[in-house]
Structure formats: C-alpha cells, structure tokens
Nanobody, 123 residues
Framework: QVQLVESGGGLVQPGGSLRLSCAAS????????MGWYRQAPGKERDLVAS???????MYADSVKGRFTVSRDNAKRTVYLQMNSLKPEDTAVYYC?????????????????WGKGTPVTVSS
C-alpha cells in the first residue's frame, strides 16, 4: 500500500510564500515523475508543475517564475515552493506520483494521489 501525505498549506497574504511537501511511503522500487496539481472551487483539477526522475521540470504558464518544484529521491518527497502568491492561486493542491513496483520478471507503474492540502491567498 502506498500513501502520499501532503503538508505546508494554509492561509497567506498576497505576495507571500508557502512551501508544500508531499512524502510517499510504502513498498515500491522507485518513483518516476512527481507532480503538483490544484483544484479551485467549481473548476477542474489542473497541472501546476511536474518533475522527472532526471530533474526535468515543467510549469503551467500561470505559475512560471513564481513556483519551483523539486524532489528528494532518498526521502521520497516532492516540494513546491510558491512565491509571490496571488488570490487566484487559492485552491486545494494535490501531489501525484508515478510509483514503480517490481512484479518479479517485470515492472508496473501506477499513479497515486495525495488527499490534498488547501492554500488560501487572501488579505
């Protein structure tokens, strides 16, 4: 069983910063891509940022230059540093990981999601 636990969300004023963390636990070989998504009330869940095992990153246009995604493979953790926060960044933030399992003679990759951490940007 794999569990992802997010932390670091909360209430922050516009222009402020937050750092989200998401740690994975369980019995698996490794984690390939890791990512952060967000879902605002009444909207769909959208990709915010992602990072490959080789540290290649991509960002949604709306957060480029303000957010930074990083990972620590030894800690099985992905981070999202969020700076210059805006009210439109308000949402529940979810992490997602591509987890690799050994099945004997082959491997499988399965997606896991965290339960989400709320971020509210308001004065």
């Amino acid at each position: 069983q794999v569990q992802l636990v997010e932390s670091g969300g909360g209430l922050v004023q516009p222009g402020g910063s937050l750092r989200l963390s998401c740690a994975a636990s369980g019995n698996f070989i490794r984690i390939d891509a890791m990512g952060w998504y967000r879902q605002a009330p009444g909207k769909e869940r959208d990709l915010v940022a992602s990072i490959t095992r080789g540290d290649s990153t991509m960002y949604a246009d709306s957060v480029k230059g303000r957010f930074t995604v990083s990972r620590d493979n030894a800690k099985r953790t992905v981070y999202l540093q969020m700076n210059s926060l805006k009210p439109e960044d308000t949402a529940v933030y979810y992490c997602k990981m591509n987890v690799v399992f050994s099945r004997g003679t082959y491997y499988t990759v399965e997606d896991y999601w965290g339960k989400g951490t709320p971020v509210t940007v308001s004065s």
